[in-house]
């Protein structure tokens, strides 16, 4: 009975981790990840900056996405940035924010 | 299903000892034994440490990856002009491999390619083999020194550094530089684009300006351009020049080397003789030469034209080109090198799996320069795949700095800082 209690626990177990692949593998929007890389030259592998630069894992969807178009307009003034975001569609700016708030601090 | 990371790290270390001791590895034989798919990189700088890095991470470990150096350590290019103007040395510049092979399960093969066989798909080195399902080259580049009459391989080892690949010739340059007298000059020349890092040798100028001027303030850097203009940040540089060094600093375009002198120290352009008491001859440059034995330098026998897509040679299948060695209206600078890699990298993940790469690439680019030891300026622009063309197109947008500023010097280190770590860690 332990044995088989054990047994069961173990495949369950197995089919969580399976299914929790499954839905990693799936919430990653390749695309946006690709975009989010280019990022990583100032801004750190996946948002997470070593230094001199704002973090961006983690941040906040609106306010990335604020700063953005701040940036683009030039409401917000920049040394670098708004070289970029003139760059980018206003789309773009939605799937690098999720990409980066999805990204543990 | 797959191996856990524990099988890969143990598996990475069998391969590893291998590759440290070819002894082990008989004449002939795989250096490292297939297990599953496999990505083989050629070239561990920008480009290939990142696409090795990569293709780990966004794989999940399953994808096996060995990567090719011939050194035994990254020294970075980027900044290496700073080693000439004296606030950086080059061992600040210089990192290990550790962390790919041991946080990523990366097999780092040190070693020189001889061969590549794309219909066997293989890599060969002096110790044995490597086989791959894909391969990718990224070579950086490599000298015509046939180009400039007096000039080889040797000549520039030993006396006319072009230090143009950051590493010994950067010191030795340096040195040659605090040897100068004062009143000597110290001349540059430039070969015609494409070339690497394009505001490089402006960036050099500005440097070796900085030390003569604390130091040897009647002497001259003097810059032989083959280009008939600065061909970037123009008006920054210029501003630099005369603000910063005024007398310093003497540009001279559509003066391209054709000939050099190596015990008169003269050099020979179409139109004049100069002499100098150092020179710095940066040679025109061509892909690494792995790029002629994959077959995929198919660009008057120089560049590689490619996928931007999937950075997959035009013209041979399963080989992929990044980096300074690929034929495209992109400067050949570092961060791209990375954002190449990256594409380059999900598209192969993708293709391995039985699907189509990423149809729309954006990538960017952000270039400082150093114009004193403590001011920079940059350039960055974003790029884009126009379906249409098939190329890589800048986007809206785009530009270099208002002015120069310590804070963008701060930024450049930063930079720095960010790309070896998203490059190695």
């Known amino acids: ?36 890389a280019s990022c990583a030259a100032c801004h750190g592998t996946n948002g997470h ?15 990335f996405v604020n700063q953005m178009k701040d940036f683009k307009s030039g409401a917000r003034p920049a040394t670098v940035m708004h070289n970029h975001a003139k760059g980018y569609t206003d789309e773009e700016f939605g799937k690098l924010a999720d990409f980066f708030a999805a990204q543990k601090r | 299903m797959t191996l856990d990371r524990r099988d890969f790290l143990k598996l990475s270390a069998a391969g590893i000892a291998i590759g440290v001791f070819p002894g082990c590895a008989t004449s002939g034989s795989e250096i490292v034994s297939k297990k599953g798919q496999r990505v083989v990189i050629v070239g561990g700088g920008f480009g290939g440490a990142t696409a090795a890095k990569h293709i780990r991470m966004w794989s999940d470990n399953k994808i096996e990856v060995v990567l090719i150096e011939r050194n035994s350590k990254f020294i970075s290019c980027p900044m290496s002009n700073t080693v000439l103007g004296g606030s950086r040395t080059i061992s600040d510049l210089t990192q290990n491999y550790d962390t790919l092979k041991k946080k990523y399960g990366i097999e780092m093969v040190r070693g020189e390619v001889t061969a590549i066989d794309p219909q066997k798909q293989t890599v060969t080195l002096a110790d044995g083999y490597l086989s791959y399902d894909r391969l990718i080259i990224a070579p950086g580049v490599d000298f015509m020194f046939d180009k400039i009459e007096g000039l080889n391989a040797k000549v520039a080892d030993e006396s006319i ?34 070339y690497r890092c394009p505001p490089g040798p ?22 032989l351009d083959a280009n008939p203009d600065i061909v970037s940040k123009k008006g920054l540089f210029m501003a630099a020049w005369k603000e910063l060094y005024p007398g310093i600093v003497e540009y001279r375009p559509n003066a391209e080397v054709k000939q050099v002198n190596v015990a008169g120290k003269t050099l020979k352009t179409e139109f004049d003789d100069v002499k100098a008491d150092v020179l710095n001859i940066i040679p025109p440059m061509k892909a690494g030469a792995v790029a002629g034995m994959a ?26 080109v990044i980096g300074d060695s690929v034929s495209a209206a992109l400067p050949k600078s570092g961060h791209l090198a990375t954002s190449q890699a990256k594409v380059c990298a999900a598209a192969i ?13 954006a990538i960017a680019n952000t270039c400082y320069s150093m114009v004193s030891s403590t001011e920079a300026v940059h350039v960055a622009h974003v790029y884009r795949y126009n379906a249409e063309k098939k190329v890589m197109l800048p986007a809206d947008g785009g530009g270099v700095s208002a002015s120069r500023s310590e804070v963008e010097g701060t930024l450049a280190n930063y930079w720095l800082k960010n790309i070896l770590s998203d490059v190695l860690l």
């Open chain 1, 1 to 36: 009975m332990k044995m088989i209690q054990h047994q069961t626990l173990t495949i369950a177990g197995a089919i969580v981790l399976l299914l929790f692949t499954a839905t990693s593998y799936a919430e990653v929007d390749a695309h946006a990840r690709n975009l989010a």
């Open chain 2, 202 to 223: 402006y960036e050099r100028a500005c440097q070796v300006a900085s030390y003569l001027k604390n130091n040897k303030p009647k002497s001259k850097v003097l810059i």
């Open chain 2, 349 to 361: 993940i993708e293709l391995m799996q039985g699907r189509q790469p990423d149809p729309d690439p």
């Open chain 2, 295 to 320: 077959g995929v330098a198919n660009v008057d026998n120089r560049w590689c034209a490619v996928d931007f897509l999937s950075y997959e040679s035009k013209v041979q299948k399963n080989i992929h």
């Open chain 2, 161 to 194: 550094h072009h230090a143009w690949k950051a590493g010994a010739q950067t010191t030795m340059l340096r040195k040659q530089l605090e040897s100068m007298d004062d009143g000597g000059v110290f001349a540059i020349s430039i070969p015609k684009m494409p």
């Open chain 1, 49 to 63: 900056s070593v230094g001199g630069t704002p973090v961006l894992a983690g941040l906040d969807k609106a306010l």
